[in-house]
């Protein structure tokens, strides 16, 4: 019954691989989000949906690609994988898109790109 | 200069004592503020928000703030072995852009 799942935990692939990141939440929140954090540990937001509709999209190269089905998932597609996207992408969620500030994450889904 | 800045540490403390995490923060118009935990390998947890300046207490936490001096701060009383962890500050401006800004957190190391 975990509140904000993601999978898979961890990927490891080749650069100029294509690779999905899929999250769920059951908390019946509004807004699901997509978080990175690189090694330093900022954690850095890339997206934000408020049902289903696309309300933050943050200098992020258009490799990534969030599509959110219904208001409980949020998935991110990377196409062309480099280097520098290893990272932990989290996953999150909050009640309201104005509560932005009390996430729940996800346990996070660790990319290695060789 | 970076918009949340918070010392890395680790700040190794011994049991018992009283942890002190700082964190300053660039952009005025910052009205929330937030503290998460996070466990090694694990995902952030929100355990403390304030919005006015002063101290605002729950449980073992006081989180302190001082906006004209751009500055809040985590107190943890009495820090126990398990609240070993990086504690990471988040600000937030709550009109127009209203996304969370991260520190990169301050690892903090209890002693027992």
């Known amino acids: 019954d975990t509140a904000v799942s993601q999978t898979p935990k961890y990927l490891v692939t080749q650069m100029g691989n294509d690779k999905s990141i899929k999250c769920e939440q059951n908390?019946?929140?509004?807004?699901m989000y997509w978080y990175k954090q690189d090694s330093k540990k900022f954690l850095k937001i890339m997206f934000s949906y408020n049902n289903k509709e696309l309300i933050i999209n943050e200098t992020v190269p258009n490799r990534f690609s969030p599509k959110s089905p219904d208001k409980a998932h949020l998935n991110l597609h990377i196409n062309s994988l480099e280097l520098g996207d290893s990272a932990v992408y989290f996953c999150a969620s909050s009640q309201r898109s104005y509560d932005t500030g009390e996430l729940f994450f996800g346990e996070g889904s660790r990319l290695t790109v060789l | 200069q970076k918009e949340v800045e918070q010392n890395s540490g680790p700040l190794s403390v011994p049991e018992g004592a009283i942890a002190s995490l700082n964190c300053t923060y660039s952009?005025?118009?910052?009205?929330?503020f937030f503290w998460y935990r996070q466990y090694s390998g694990k995902s952030p947890e929100l355990i403390m928000s304030i919005y006015s300046n002063g101290d605002k207490e729950d449980g073992r936490f006081t989180a302190q703030l001082n906006k004209a001096s751009q500055y809040v701060s985590l107190l943890i009383r009495d820090s126990q072995p398990s609240d070993s962890a990086t504690y990471l500050c988040a600000v937030r401006r709550d009109t127009g852009r209203r996304a969370l800004t991260f520190g990169s957190g301050t690892r903090l190391q209890v002693q027992p």
């Open positions: 908390l019946g929140h509004d807004t």
């Open positions: 952009d005025r118009g910052s009205q929330s």
